[in-house]
């Protein structure tokens, strides 16, 4: 049952990358088993995506400003002394510490290395964590290198994870937590981010013997090419191996917390920086305003079993990724600071914060699209959109209409209603709505010109 909420929370982020909300079981999937993420709260809830990309999500959910203010593409570094979520926290006491894949440092800094594994991200480009364990990118499950400084300020020299990255990565944390435990009367803000289920799809034998190709069944919007769907459940079946590896680890996670007395006052906050297509519409990867693509688990809970978060009486299905920093200091009560542009959701958790109103859409964008010629990811031109909390998606080219979806009729978004002359009144209507976000962010985005 509900318990007093903790004065000063503990917090702590886990996040895989490119999980979509649409591959977890207590989002409906029944495909694969999460029994810890299922566990974890008893209001599972989904959170957007508002640039479903790796670096433009992750300047955001630490910065809480938007993608075209901060990181407006793949691989472009952080400004130099944008603040972070890190500073207020630090200010009110929090130890700090990160873990895993950082990809807020750009390709500017390779020391002459092609592989963005090796590139050292300097100290004062560590977010101005307490404890930083990271690397800046990397997409070799078996072969995770490390560096940053540990608790006393010490560099720690590059390093080879002996195994599966998210094993790893999960028991840097338990060493992390096993000392928390060891001083609770200073709170702390941790992140684990891992890269799984991110491609390639590689997943340790014990986990990958459980899911076969040839028995995933396909989302209804993927189209019937046998290319395609052959591609997609070639990767869906080691996709999924991944997730239940990293549910898996969430498991130890929170029983670490238990161990260690910390499962009382502490926030568990699950999500992804975006989806992953998986042929949906015949698409790979991400960068879309498809539902696929923006929607990620958002699954905020305890270890405890005796401390439940409250349940939500206003589901927040619109949170955006500059809502999660925020929302993140909302938790742990304090207001956030000038420069972050989110909404605080926390009132949906904790009682005795202000309640917030919530708006009526959420604001989409691909600012640089200019890595996706390069990867085949889908996009080559910059997009503007929204998703409505009344169930209605548009999305814009520069001067063209291009998406617009009923996703209360259409959940699986097939029929496209963006040149329907039907349909000309809504369209003007949610452009309008986009046109008030473009005014709103201070972006420059050209909308089409509608009759």
Known sequence: MDSPFPNRPNILWILGDQHRAQAVGCLGNDQLATPNLDRLTDTPLTGIAGCPLCSPFRGSMLTGRWPHECIPGHDVPLPEGTPMLTAPLRTHGYHTAYFGKWHLDGDWNRNGEERPAFQTVRRDRRGGFDVWLGYENNNAQYDSWLHGHDAHGREVPRYQLPGYETDELTSHLLSYLAERGKQPEQPFFAVLSV????????????????????????????????????????????????????????????????ENHLAENTIVVFFSDHGDMHGSHGRILKCVPYEESIRIPLLVGTASDRFRLRACDASPSLLNHVDLPVTTLGLCGIDAPTGMHGNDYSWCWRPDRPRS???????????????????????????????????????????????????????????????????????????????????????????????
């Open 195 to 258: 890269q799984p289920p991110h491609s390639p799809y590689v997943a340790p034998p014990e986990w990958l013997e459980r899911h076969r190709p040839e028995d995933i069944r396909l989302r209804p919007n993927v189209p019937p090419v046998p290319r395609i769907q052959e591609a997609a459940r070639r990767d869906l079946a080691p996709y999924y191996a991944m997730i239940e590896n990293l549910d898996w680890n969430v498991g130890r996670v929170l029983a670490a917390l238990r």
């Open 357 to 451: 109103a919530m708006p009526d859409s959420a604001f989409l964008q691909l600012p640089d699209p200019g890595w996706t010629n390069r990867f085949a990811c889908d996009r080559e031109r910059p997009w503007r959109g929204i998703v409505t909390r009344d169930g209605w998606k548009y999305a814009a080219l520069e001067g063209q209409p291009w998406l617009l979806f009923d996703l209360n009729e259409d959940p699986y978004e097939t029929a496209n209603l963006a040149l329907d002359g039907r349909f000309a009144k809504r369209r003007r209507q949610l452009q309008d709505q986009l046109a008030d976000w473009l005014r709103h962010t201070h972006d420059s985005f050209v909308l089409p010109h509608l009759p």
